[in-house]
């Protein structure tokens, strides 16, 4: 059995942790109607306890790159695991929508230390020739735990109770705990001084931001409301920028957006995983709610993304390597359009073959597309950014998940509107529409990559295969 060295192992125990934290983010999909009719409320407007997670991950994420060089990794990831842990037994024992939103957003604060300080505990000191190997380990739970949890939450909440699905996370928690006790150290990284104003900001403006999306989702047809919250969180972000490039020591630095690469998969890259982070979310509703899928046939054949994602994952060094990033960004945003395309014209007559085989290439696509964004957005940058270049994309990704789900719910909301039916009892024409508003959003992210070189992220591919005229 050959041997794991201990930056592998490290990889594999975060990769693990930020399993359980993306799978929480994804189980409830096929369990919402189930928690629906226990809260009273119709299960597109549980939309608001999924994107709570997200976005209270996003808020508080930027914490944590300083709070790891103040007080230590390991002590951080420990402490990240805990709160998440008894977060989810608050979940679990929730009765109303109210109190299961104000659980979740307790359970993002423990996600949000958890997400960046594992990934920094790997790309801290890690050559770039090593760069390829470690994000294709942290890339497994983007592409797994989305896809394994509808089916897991489907099946807990028809044969125990949704409660489940949080009282798990205690085994679970525990585990992680022990591992992370043997394998991380507590490094410390340079202090600095806390940026109080630009954590408030950033908070207050995403927090406004998504705020407004939802509402919007909720009600499409009440217009000003939501319209003014985004308005006055798009506001404080962008004073929160200007903040963050005057001021002297920032919560984190933008500067890794100078580089090319890094921000072409912050820009064009955060369209697409709004797209991708959607699907989670809309597929499960529209097998159940448009289909009359059970909750465990729903998970069940979501399990064709699965497949997919496995098959196609010995080939993503190959084909990043023999095509290189800029044409499989294109190409392959392409075909994730083409694949919610696909779906846009599936209904209750669609065979089951076809139905897995369209969610088979969907979960090949997805899988491809995610993998290269993780391993280009650091291929150019330096060590010494490394830390807030880590940070910035750990918010940035955690606020294009919740806004894949906001945004599938506002696209949902807009569809059942413009075809005058009501998202209390939405019917498979409406999720048809949705489909092909979602993918219209993917074909919006091969603009920025067309601006790319054609030799981007090159110095840390193996080219020795390069097709003629590239």
Known sequence: MPKIDNKTATALLVAAALFMEILDATIITTALPAMARDFSVPAAHLSVGVSAYLV??????????????R??????????IIVFVLASVLCGFSTTLYEFTAARVLQGV??????????????RHLPK???VKAMAILTWPALGAPLIGPVLGGWISQNWHWSWIFFMNIPLGAVALIFT?????NEKGEHQRFDTKGFLLSGAG??????????????????YLPAGIMLVGAILLFITVRHMLLTRQPLFSLEALKFRTFRATMIGGSVIRITLSSAPFLIPLMLQLGMGFSPVQAGTVLLWLFAGNLVVKPATTWIMNRFGFKNVLVYNALLIAAGFAALALCDNQTPAWLLGLILF?????RSMHLTVLNTLGFADVPQHKMRDANTLSAV???????????????????????????????????????????????????????????????GILNRRHRPSGT
């Open 71 to 80: 007080f230590g990794a390991k002590r951080i990831f420990s402490m990240a």
């Open 361 to 365: 290439t969907s979960g090949m696509t």
């Open 181 to 185: 006790h043997l394998l991380l150290d």
């Open 206 to 223: 995403f927090g406004l931001f998504m705020a407004g999306l939802e509402s919007f989702s909720s009600r499409p047809d009440n217009f």
């Open 110 to 123: 423990g996600g949000a230390m958890m997400v960046p300080v594992g990934r920094l505990v790997v790309l």
């Open 56 to 69: 209270a991950v996003t808020i508080f994420i930027p914490i944590s790159g300083w709070a790891a060089d």
């Open 129 to 131: 020739e090593k760069i």
């Open 396 to 458: 940035i990704m955690q606020m294009t998940r919740g806004l894949g789900i906001t945004i599938g719910a506002l696209a949902l909301a807009v569809a059942t509107f413009y075809l005058e039916g009501t998202t209390e009892n939405p019917g498979i024409i409406d999720f048809q529409l949705t489909m092909l508003i979602m993918a219209g959003i993917a074909v919006l992210s091969i603009v920025d990559s067309l601006t790319l070189p054609t030799n981007a992220g090159d």
